[in-house]
């Protein structure tokens, strides 16, 4: 238990489904970041908030929309994904120093069908 | 922009035995951090060990000790007595500190898959 919690754990959807992936930390952190991990490749920074401020896109496809209401909270919004995005999303946050270590969840499985 | 390259995909250690990992990275900056990150199958980011750019001397967390050589921009990772429960996906990670950023982002290497032979 790292303090990140990711739901659901696992989640299959159609193409033309909207579903939403959430995290919430109980660190007391003000910065969260949706990754992804695919098969074969390294983990892909996707999205930044600071302080509920998104202050970085990685030009992430708008089938992706993050929410950040608070800092305890973030969601990942989905809707018309394509098959490549299956993949695990991981949720981390971490304090504004950037030498703290960043927390990680752990993981919503995404199946694309 | 800063890469991250582990260049051994795979590799494999007798339980009690020592194994290095390798982890090199490229950066202009010279305030950074330096991260090893553990994956079980469970799935979960797990922080191992980190090292600050600007200290000489190389991070040790019980059995698990880095080798920092900033010039040569390599950071490996050492595990000593390797124990089952060490079997696992490596990530090496770099996170800048240019600007005196109020956040941080991580970039990570391609990971190391880790066996351990009883």
């Known amino acids: 238990e790292t303090g990140v919690t990711q739901t659901p754990r696992h989640l299959v959807m159609g193409m033309t489904n909207k579903k939403s992936l959430k995290c919430e930390q109980h660190?007391?952190?003000?910065?969260m970041y949706w990754y992804k991990q695919s098969a074969k490749k390294p983990l892909e920074l996707m999205f930044v908030?600071?302080?509920?401020?998104?202050?970085e896109n990685n030009s992430v496809p708008s089938r992706f929309s993050p929410e950040c209401p608070n800092s305890s909270h973030l969601f990942l919004h989905l809707h018309t994904l394509q098959p490549e995005d299956s993949a695990l999303y991981l949720c981390?946050?971490?304090?504004?120093?950037?030498?703290?270590?960043?927390?990680f969840g752990e993981g919503s499985w995404l199946t694309v069908v | 922009a800063q890469t991250v390259t582990q260049s051994q995909p795979e590799m494999s250690v007798q339980e009690a035995e020592t194994v290095t990992l390798s982890c090199t990275y490229d950066?202009?900056?010279?305030?950074?951090?330096l991260f090893w990150y553990k994956q079980p199958p469970s799935r979960q980011m797990i922080l191992v060990i980190r090292?600050?750019?600007?200290?000489?001397q190389n991070a040790t967390e019980n059995r698990f000790s880095v080798n920092f050589q900033k010039a040569a921009k390599s950071f490996s990772l050492k595990i000593s007595d390797s124990q089952l429960g060490d079997a696992a996906m490596y990530f090496c990670?770099?996170?800048?500190?240019?600007?005196?950023?109020?956040?941080?982002?991580?970039?990570f290497g391609q990971g190391t898959i880790l066996t351990v032979h009883p």
């Open positions: 981390a946050s971490s304090s504004m120093n950037p030498g703290n270590t960043i927390y």
């Open positions: 660190l007391g952190h003000n910065a």
């Open positions: 908030y600071s302080l509920e401020e998104r202050v």
């Open positions: 950066t202009s900056e010279s305030d950074y951090y």
């Open positions: 090292q600050e750019a600007y200290k000489q």
């Open positions: 990670a770099y996170r800048n500190n240019a600007g005196g950023t109020s956040y941080g982002k991580l970039t």
